[in-house]
């Protein structure tokens, strides 16, 4: 069974503060994503990596950065949190091979005070 | 830039009937591929259906079906027999090709009610 997993289901963080959202896949995939879901919003996307080391900005990359070191972790960083930060952070992989797919985290809950 | 266009926040439908779920897309990439996502109440975000740019046929997955029209740019979901567990938000999302990864990104959602 495929998993992704976030280090956290739910974060609480004080403004200013550096915040690291962790993403590990066992799915061998090369495409990760960070999403953040507002209520009114859907999911927007921050950013994506097709490979390690790799990364792209998606719609919303301000005040974010990701890092890729091994093919199977993705992390978000909040270089310094702020209260328009709170939200739900998902990440997601994608399978392109036989029957495409996206696989989702469970979603981590931050907010930011 | 790419764009997925939800335009219904809500829809409700009667128990047993279908509902269609607007979807709209914008992308001047010609090998792309749609998703729709089913989000409950619990929050996981569950597969539905998916289809290729090149798929010559609209792909169907049990009660769900995607009538997707090139030409228009749309990509409706078809949900036959409403049940009341089909209550949740759902979500279109697109994908493109290419060498520089394969950008994924979602519309605002349809909340879609079943009444009994």
């Known amino acids: 069974d495929v998993k992704v997993t976030q280090s956290s289901r739910y974060l609480v963080k004080r403004t200013g503060e550096k915040v690291f959202l962790e993403c590990v896949q066992d799915m061998d995939h090369e495409n990760m994503f960070w999403y953040r879901q507002d209520p009114g919003l859907g999911l927007r996307l921050i950013y994506f990596?097709?490979?390690?080391?790799?990364?792209e900005k998606g719609d919303i990359p301000e005040g974010y950065s990701v890092s890729r070191e091994k093919k199977e972790r993705f992390s978000l960083i909040l270089e310094s949190a702020s209260t328009n930060q709170t939200s739900m952070y998902l990440c997601?992989?994608?399978?392109?091979?036989?029957?495409?797919?996206?696989?989702f985290g469970q979603g981590t809950r931050l907010t930011v005070v | 830039a790419q764009k997925i266009t939800q335009t219904q926040p809500g829809m409700f439908v009667q128990e047993k009937e279908a509902v269609t779920l607007d979807c709209t897309y914008d992308t001047s990439d010609p090998s792309y591929g749609l998703f729709w996502y089913k989000q409950p109440s619990s929050g996981e975000m569950i597969f539905l259906i998916y289809q290729g740019s090149y798929d010559q046929q609209n792909a169907t997955e049990g009660r769900y079906s995607l009538n997707f029209q090139k030409a228009r740019k749309s990509a409706n979901l078809v949900i036959s027999a409403s049940q009341l567990g089909d209550s949740a938000m759902y979500f279109c999302?697109?994908?493109?090709?290419?060498?520089?990864?394969?950008?994924?990104?979602f519309g605002a959602g349809t909340r879609l009610f079943v009444k009994a």
């Open positions: 997601a992989t994608i399978r392109l091979s036989g029957h495409t797919e996206a696989f």
């Open positions: 999302a697109m994908r493109e090709g290419g060498t520089g990864g394969f950008k994924t990104i």
């Open positions: 990596s097709y490979d390690v080391k790799m990364k």
